[in-house]
């Protein structure tokens, strides 16, 4: 089965530009989640998708937003990017939603977002 | 709330001797809890997880980690370290359905260094 794929794997922006990443889950798998990963923050949570619904938000100002297609497709868009938004983010899938008790995620190779 | 604390966050070994990755946790419920391993540029790999069954949980590439309620732990062990056992360990902490957040809280990782 083929794993989580994201495209493109690397993306240079300058500020103020607005960028677009897309993710394709494992097959079968319902449930997509984005996270933003920095050297100073770690590892942050962005935002979980379910069925094209999102589930549950993490703390990040309202440039960032996403969507989720009828094939479980997954897109994050950024508007007007900051150099703060330089970072890898990430994309995992599971088949089912989050409240299941150990629930994994399957993680991408992610895109590393470089902004100028 | 929930969180949770990768006591090092760089531990050196020498191939061939045991390892030893510390986390520690908070949670108003009983949690899922899982170890993932980074590899430089590739995403997260799950290595093993617990979900209130065995609390010895056995893993992939000869990892294992205790559950200890008492003590809020969560360690991962290996017996003997391997050159290619080189890279970052995320320890994280999350909730269901029955309590706790269902967004995923990781810890800011542990960096493992393997000596020939």
């Known amino acids: 089965k083929a794993g989580v794929t994201q495209t493109p794997r690397y993306l240079i922006k300058t500020r103020g530009q607005q960028v677009t990443l897309s993710c394709s889950p494992i097959?079968?798998?319902?449930?997509v989640s984005w996270y933003q990963q920095t050297p100073g923050q770690g590892l942050q949570f962005l935002f979980e998708y379910f069925s094209e619904t999102q589930r549950n938000k993490g703390n990040f100002p309202g440039r960032f937003s996403g969507r989720q297609f009828s094939n479980s497709r997954s897109e994050m868009n950024v508007s007007t990017l900051e150099l703060g938004d330089s970072a890898l983010y990430l994309c995992?899938?599971?088949?089912?939603?989050?409240?299941?008790?150990?629930?994994?995620?399957?993680f991408g190779p992610g895109t590393r977002l470089t902004v100028l | 709330a929930q969180s949770v604390t990768q006591l090092d966050s760089h531990v050196s070994v020498s191939e061939g001797t045991p390892v030893l990755l510390r986390c520690n946790y908070s949670s108003s419920y009983s949690p899922s809890l899982f170890w993932y391993v980074q590899h430089p540029n590739k995403g997260l790999q799950l290595l093993l997880k617990?979900?209130?069954?065995?609390?010895l949980v056995k893993g992939i590439n000869g990892f294992e980690a205790e559950f200890k309620k008492s003590e809020t732990s969560f360690h991962l062990t290996k017996p003997s370290a391997h050159m290619s056992d080189a890279a970052e360990y995320f320890c994280v902490v999350r909730g269901h359905a029955s309590g706790g957040s269902y967004i995923p809280t990781f810890g800011r990782g542990t960096s493992l260094i393997v000596h020939p």
């Open positions: 617990y979900t209130s069954a065995a609390t």
């Open positions: 097959s079968g798998h319902r449930s």
């Open positions: 995992a899938s599971s088949p089912g939603t989050s409240g299941r008790a150990g629930n994994e995620q399957f």
